[in-house]
C-alpha cells in the first residue's frame, strides 16, 4: 500500500505492457496527445473538433458501459458538497475565512471588478467574517474542543453558524460562476456585435 | 430637442437584450431546472448523509446494558430503501405485520437502539440453544421497528435468517414490565426461544415483552 513514487510509476508501466488492451490504449492517448501537440502549429479545425468528439465519445461510452458508475461519482460528488456544508470540520471553516479575506483585500485592490462585483463580494465577506469571529467567541466561551468534531456538531449555536457560513459561500460561488459566465459570453458575443 | 434626442437613444440602448443576456439567462434556467429535477434526490442523499454521520458519531454507544425501548415519533415518513442483508449478522422477519429488519453483532457500533434492532448483551444465537433477545423502539418513527408488535397474537410466526439458515418461532407468551432498567424474561429454559422487547403501546411506563419458540 505505501509504495514509493519509483515502485508506482514501475506497477503503472508493467500494467502498459501486461495486455493487448492496454498497449492499444496507450497507443490511443499517445496519438490524442500527439495531434494534440502538432495541431497547435498546424492550427486545422477539423483536427480539434476529431479530437474533442473521440474523448467524449470514449467518456460517454464508458457512462453506458457502467451508468451505475457514473451514478456511483456523481452521488459522491453532492454527498461531498453536503458532507461539507452540514458537517464541516474546523479547520475547513478556518481555511473559508482566510479565502474571505483575500476576497476582500482583492475586491478592494482590483480594477477589473465592477462596482456592484465588490459590493457583492464585501457584504458577503463581512457576514463571514463577522460568523467567523461569533464562532471563535462561543468556541471560546463553551470552552469547545474544535478538534473533536462531536463537540462541535452538538452545539446548535455553533454548528448553525458553521453552516449558514457554507452555505453563504456555496451561494457566492455559484454567484461569481454566473458573474464569470455574464463576462465571458459578453466579450464573446456583445462586443463583436458593437464592432459592427 | 438635442437632449431629449440623447436621452431617448440612452434609453434605446438600456432596453436592447443583447446574445449574453440571452445566454446567461438560459444557463441560469438549466441550473435552476437541474435543481428542481434533482429535488428529490438530494433529499435522499441528505438522509443518507445524516444517518452515516448518527451512526459515525455513535462510537461510544457500541452496547445497550439496559433495555428501554421507547414510543417515538417524529411524524415523518419514510420511503423504504433497498436494504443489503448480507451486511447484518442475521434478520428478523415477521410477515404478519410486514417486519423485514437486520441486526448486527453485539460488539458492532450499529447495534445501537437509535438505529437498529438491537442484539441485547447476553443473547444466543439460535443454532446455540438458549434464548435470542432483539428490541427496538416503538411510536412512528423511522427507528420504531417493533412498533406494530402489539399486533401480534399467540400462535402468530416469526423468523431468524442467521448463518444462511432460516428458524421458524411461533409466539408463545406476552407480557408487559415496568420500565425500570430491567426486565424478568419468562421462558421455558428446556426450549430455544426468540425474545422481543419493546416499549408497550399507550403506555410509557411500562414494556413489553414477546416470548416465542423454536419450532
Given at each position: 500500500?505505501?509504495?514509493?513514487?519509483?515502485?508506482?510509476?514501475?506497477e503503472i508501466?508493467k500494467y502498459i505492457g501486461s495486455s493487448f488492451l492496454s498497449v492499444s490504449l496507450f497507443i490511443l492517448c499517445l496519438l490524442l496527445f500527439?495531434i494534440s501537440?502538432?495541431?497547435?502549429?498546424?492550427?486545422?479545425?477539423?483536427?480539434?473538433y476529431i479530437i474533442i468528439v473521440i474523448y467524449l465519445a470514449i467518456f460517454i461510452s464508458i457512462i453506458i458501459a457502467s451508468p451505475s458508475y457514473f451514478v456511483y461519482s456523481i452521488d459522491w460528488l453532492l454527498k461531498s458538497?453536503?458532507?461539507?456544508?452540514?458537517?464541516?470540520?474546523?479547520?475547513?471553516?478556518?481555511?473559508?475565512?482566510?479565502?474571505?479575506?483575500?476576497?476582500?483585500?482583492?475586491?478592494?485592490?482590483?480594477?477589473?471588478?465592477?462596482?456592484?462585483?465588490?459590493?457583492?463580494?464585501?457584504?458577503?465577506?463581512?457576514?463571514?467574517?463577522?460568523?467567523?469571529?461569533?464562532?471563535?467567541?462561543?468556541?471560546?466561551?463553551?470552552?469547545?474542543?474544535?478538534?473533536?468534531?462531536?463537540?462541535?456538531?452538538?452545539?446548535?449555536?455553533?454548528?448553525?453558524?458553521?453552516?449558514?457560513?457554507?452555505?453563504?459561500?456555496?451561494?457566492?460561488?455559484?454567484?461569481?460562476?454566473?458573474?464569470?459566465?455574464?463576462?465571458?459570453?459578453?466579450?464573446?458575443?456583445?462586443?463583436?456585435?458593437?464592432?459592427? | 430637442?438635442?437632449?431629449?434626442?440623447?436621452?431617448?437613444?440612452?434609453?434605446?440602448?438600456?432596453?436592447?437584450?443583447?446574445?449574453?443576456?440571452?445566454?446567461?439567462?438560459?444557463?441560469?434556467?438549466?441550473?435552476?431546472?437541474a435543481?428542481?429535477l434533482s429535488?428529490?434526490h438530494?433529499?435522499k442523499l441528505?438522509?443518507e448523509?445524516?444517518?452515516?454521520?448518527?451512526?459515525?458519531?455513535?462510537?461510544?454507544?457500541?452496547?445497550?446494558?439496559?433495555?428501554?425501548?421507547?414510543?417515538?415519533?417524529?411524524?415523518?415518513?419514510?420511503?423504504?430503501?433497498n436494504?443489503n442483508?448480507g451486511?447484518?449478522?442475521?434478520?428478523?422477519?415477521?410477515?404478519?405485520?410486514?417486519?423485514?429488519?437486520?441486526?448486527?453483532?453485539?460488539?458492532?457500533?450499529?447495534?445501537?437502539?437509535?438505529?437498529?434492532?438491537?442484539?441485547?448483551?447476553?443473547?444466543?444465537?439460535?443454532?446455540?440453544?438458549?434464548?435470542?433477545?432483539?428490541?427496538?423502539?416503538?411510536?412512528?418513527?423511522?427507528?420504531?421497528?417493533?412498533?406494530?408488535?402489539?399486533?401480534?397474537?399467540?400462535?402468530?410466526?416469526?423468523?431468524?435468517?442467521?448463518?444462511?439458515?432460516?428458524?421458524?418461532?411461533?409466539?408463545?407468551?406476552?407480557?408487559?414490565?415496568?420500565?425500570?432498567?430491567?426486565?424478568?424474561?419468562?421462558?421455558?429454559?428446556?426450549?430455544?426461544?426468540?425474545?422481543?422487547?419493546?416499549?408497550?403501546?399507550?403506555?410509557?411506563?411500562?414494556?413489553?415483552?414477546?416470548?416465542?419458540?423454536?419450532?
Open positions: 500500500m505505501n509504495l514509493s513514487i519509483v515502485e508506482k510509476i514501475t508501466f500527439l501537440v502538432i495541431n497547435i502549429s498546424k492550427k486545422n479545425k477539423y483536427a480539434n458538497i453536503m458532507k461539507y456544508i452540514y458537517f464541516p470540520s474546523t479547520g475547513a471553516y478556518y481555511m473559508i475565512n482566510l479565502f474571505s479575506i483575500i476576497i476582500i483585500i482583492y475586491s478592494l485592490r482590483s480594477k477589473k471588478i465592477s462596482k456592484a462585483k465588490k459590493v457583492f463580494n464585501f457584504v458577503i465577506c463581512n457576514i463571514l467574517f463577522y460568523l467567523f469571529l461569533a464562532f471563535v467567541v462561543l468556541v471560546t466561551y463553551n470552552k469547545l474542543d474544535i478538534r473533536i468534531l462531536d463537540s462541535l456538531y452538538k452545539n446548535n449555536q455553533v454548528l448553525s453558524i458553521v453552516q449558514v457560513s457554507n452555505l453563504l459561500l456555496l451561494l457566492w460561488i455559484i454567484i461569481t460562476l454566473f458573474y464569470k459566465l455574464f463576462i465571458f459570453l459578453k466579450n464573446k458575443y456583445d462586443k463583436k456585435n458593437e464592432n459592427y | 430637442m438635442q437632449m431629449l434626442n440623447q436621452k431617448l437613444q440612452k434609453n434605446k440602448k438600456k432596453l436592447i437584450i443583447r446574445k449574453s443576456h440571452i445566454l446567461l439567462f438560459g444557463s441560469f434556467l438549466v441550473f435552476i431546472g435543481v428542481v429535488y428529490n438530494l433529499l441528505k438522509d448523509l445524516f444517518s452515516d454521520m448518527l451512526i459515525s458519531m455513535s462510537d461510544d454507544k457500541k452496547t445497550i446494558d439496559v433495555p428501554i425501548a421507547n414510543n417515538v415519533s417524529d411524524n415523518t415518513v419514510y420511503e423504504e430503501k436494504i442483508y451486511k447484518y449478522l442475521g434478520v428478523l422477519t415477521i410477515p404478519k405485520i410486514g417486519l423485514k429488519r437486520g441486526f448486527y453483532n453485539i460488539n458492532s457500533r450499529y447495534n445501537n437502539i437509535e438505529y437498529n434492532v438491537t442484539l441485547v448483551l447476553g443473547s444466543t444465537m439460535p443454532d446455540q440453544g438458549g434464548n435470542l433477545i432483539l428490541m427496538a423502539h416503538s411510536g412512528d418513527a423511522y427507528i420504531s421497528y417493533f412498533a406494530y408488535l402489539y399486533r401480534l397474537k399467540i400462535g402468530d410466526l416469526a423468523y431468524i435468517t442467521y448463518n444462511g439458515k432460516d428458524y421458524k418461532y411461533r409466539l408463545v407468551n406476552t407480557y408487559d414490565v415496568p420500565k425500570n432498567g430491567k426486565v424478568a424474561i419468562n421462558r421455558n429454559y428446556d426450549k430455544t426461544t426468540l425474545t422481543l422487547i419493546t416499549c408497550t403501546k399507550d403506555d410509557s411506563t411500562k414494556q413489553s415483552i414477546y416470548i416465542l419458540e423454536l419450532v
